[in-house]
């Protein structure tokens, strides 16, 4: 197939390109590099020995977004193209709104009307709010409390209406919970911009020697040790997801929503022994007040996606902090300032 990467320079979307053109699927990326380096896919062409259109576009600009849908044909699209720290998105958050609603508006406009009607949407497991039971289902409650969970929520109800509207439309919205490892050649990987907000890379860099400490926000939730729990899911399974998403809307209509996790929480005191048992040392901590807006508990119940997607997570939470510390020394500044092929 023929598909469009929207986003597919970033974190997420690359790890999916490599997975796309080991399969022998054609790409089309499309990004406009705010949150990412052209070199993930110098890297992914490295590593795939596969070469591809890479366009430096904003999804929010009609006419050259709409030059790529003139000039190629396109089976399917796969839109990661989003901005995704919370915090940020509180603080600006008609950024937010612009860039992930109204990009996603020319986009969804763009593909009804060359007919292109396959998509694979990054949801979130923002979308469940605060107040659901775990293990988290497709069906519960949605609600976001910050402006980036309700870009994700928003995104879903524009998509459901356009689905309800137009019976052509086929949709898999992935609720992905959290996100982390790097492929396994260290190649690729999360590189984020300045202090990470995200544990896995704060580990990371406090085990580099980077940073001196890693906060633990919150050490008094009713958890088995008082930290936060999440579902981590190793980003190369989570790729694998969005081909097994990618055979599902190419083979029924309609729209479905699909948690992509592994089903088991972590506590973040967990994730600091896995470090200290691969990196063979201590990983300095301090335990600190909770941080406004997290949630105690969140993990999946992926039941869904192995049934309807055929589709589970296999590697385990070692593999997934093993992958990250690969990157994180093979890459200590990410990809600033590297060629491609390094060592
Ligand atoms: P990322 O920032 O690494 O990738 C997003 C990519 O989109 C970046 O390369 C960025 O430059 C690009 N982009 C942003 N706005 C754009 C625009 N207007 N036009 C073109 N390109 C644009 O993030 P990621 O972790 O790979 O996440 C991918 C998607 O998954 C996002 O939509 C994110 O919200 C969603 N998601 C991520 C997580 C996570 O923890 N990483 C969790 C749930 C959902
Ligand atoms: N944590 C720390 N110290 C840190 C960073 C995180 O203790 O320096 C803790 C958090 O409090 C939480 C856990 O580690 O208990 C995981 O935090 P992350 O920031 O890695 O992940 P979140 O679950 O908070 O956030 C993720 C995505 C968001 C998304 C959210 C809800 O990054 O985009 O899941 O789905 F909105």
Redesign the pocket.
């Known amino acids: 197939m023929n598909i469009l990467i929207t986003g597919g320079a970033g974190y997420i979307g690359s790890h999916t390109c490599i997975e796309l053109l080991s399969s022998g699927h054609h790409i089309i990326v499309v990004d406009d590099l705010s949150n990412s380096n052209e070199m993930s896919l110098e890297r992914v062409k490295e590593l795939t020995g596969r070469d591809f259109i890479f366009e430096k576009i904003d999804i929010a600009d009609k006419k050259k977004l709409e030059k790529i849908f003139m000039e190629q044909r396109i089976d399917a699209v796969i839109h990661f193209a989003g901005l995704?720290a919370?915090g940020e998105s509180v603080a600006v958050p008609l950024r937010y709104y612009h860039n992930n609603i109204t990009g996603s508006l020319v986009l969804f406009n763009l593909m009804e009307k060359y007919g292109v009607r396959n998509l694979v949407f990054s949801s979130?497991?923002?979308v469940y709010g605060a107040n659901n039971q775990m293990p988290l289902t497709e069906e519960m409650t949605l609600s976001a409390t910050n402006p980036?969970?309700k870009t994700k929520l928003y995104i879903e109800e524009i998509l459901r209406d356009l689905s309800a509207a137009n019976s052509n439309w086929s949709i898999a919205l992935l609720r992905y919970?959290?996100p982390v490892g790097a492929h396994s050649s260290g190649l690729i990987g999360e590189d984020p911009s300045g202090i990470p907000?995200?544990?896995?890379p704060?580990v990371t860099q406090v085990a580099i020697g980077k940073r001196e400490y890693?906060?633990?926000?919150?050490s008094d939730y009713e958890t088995k040790d008082g930290?936060?729990v999440?579902d981590y899911i190793h980003v190369v399974d989570l790729a694998k997801g969005h081909l097994k998403a990618l055979e599902e809307v190419t083979r029924s209509k309609g729209i479905g929503a699909y948690n992509l996790g592994t089903g088991k929480g972590y506590s973040?005191l967990d994730i600091v022994r896995v470090f200290e048992k691969i990196i063979g040392r201590k990983i300095p901590y301090q335990l600190a007040e909770r941080?406004p807006g997290?949630l105690a508990v969140?993990y999946a119940d992926c039941s869904k996606a192995q049934i309807k997607l055929n589709w589970a997570a296999k590697k385990d939470l070692e593999e997934m902090c093993r992958d990250s510390w690969n990157w994180q020394v093979k890459n200590p500044e990410g990809y600033i300032n590297q060629k491609v092929g390094i060592n």
């Open positions: 995704k919370v979130s497991a923002t980036y969970g919970f959290n907000n995200n544990l896995i704060y890693l906060s633990v926000f919150g930290t936060g999440r973040v941080r997290d969140s």
